[in-house]
T-cell receptor
């Protein structure tokens, strides 16, 4: 069975602060993919990043960066110099590729960035 | 327009009524999914389909029925709606050969059962 844990239910920061959203996963598969999605107040789910289990390189995209550590089964997401527009619910998700592939989500972390 | 569309966007129904949520995608993706989103639970998989006429249960299938007679449509039916089925429902699709790219989600249907 797969499981994704986002222990932080809600985080509040002031604009320009850096913030890290934690994601810990469990799977028996050796091949899998990890994702982050953003859900702004408008409600749609926006794809942010995909990482496969064989690629442990960290990735940076503008103010966003991701730290994948297989040894600790974590895939953390950092926003540098947060902005009000970053306020959203962020979901970490795990995709197994054996058999019928399905995406398992964490419960999400609500990030509130205040001016 | 190309994409994945859900209808209706909002629905209020009474307990015991049957209601169908529609999902249509224009990419001919093989895989389609239904999730429900509830506070404190994140998104949970209800049903999924690997191809037309192939469907399977997800984590929370009770009280729901799906069908997939055509590749592009994947309707979700609540046979006898209950208040516990009040939720936001998301449909998603994925290309079978590129599951590693994740899913594309519809805009969601907010269902209220009174």
């Amino acid at each position: 069975a797969q499981k994704v844990t986002q222990a932080q239910t809600e985080i509040s920061v002031v604009e320009k602060e850096d913030v890290t959203l934690d994601c810990v996963y469990e799977t028996r598969d050796t091949t899998y993919y990890l994702f982050w999605y953003k859900q702004p107040p408008s409600g749609e789910l926006v794809f942010l990043i995909r990482r496969n289990s064989f690629d442990e390189q960290n990735e940076i995209s503008g103010r966003y960066s991701w730290n994948f550590q297989k040894s600790t089964s974590s895939f953390n997401f950092t926003i540098t110099a947060s902005q009000v527009v970053d306020s959203a619910v962020y979901f970490c998700a795990l995709l197994k590729v054996s058999g019928y592939s399905t995406l398992t989500f964490g419960k999400g972390t609500m990030l509130l960035v205040s001016p | 327009d190309a994409g994945i569309t859900q209808s209706p966007r909002y629905k209020i129904t009474e307990t015991g009524r049957q209601v169908t949520l529609m999902c249509h995608q224009t990419w001919s993706h093989s895989y389609m999914f239904w999730y429900r989103q509830d506070l404190g639970h994140g998104l949970r998989l209800i049903y999924y389909s690997a191809a037309a006429d192939i469907t399977d249960k997800g984590e929370v299938p009770d009280g729901y029925v799906v069908s997939r007679s055509k590749t592009e449509n994947f309707p979700l039916t609540l046979e006898s709606a209950t208040r516990s089925q009040t939720s936001v429902y998301f449909c998603a699709s994925s290309e079978s050969g590129s599951l590693n790219y994740g899913y594309t989600f519809g805009s969601g249907t907010r269902l209220t059962v009174v």
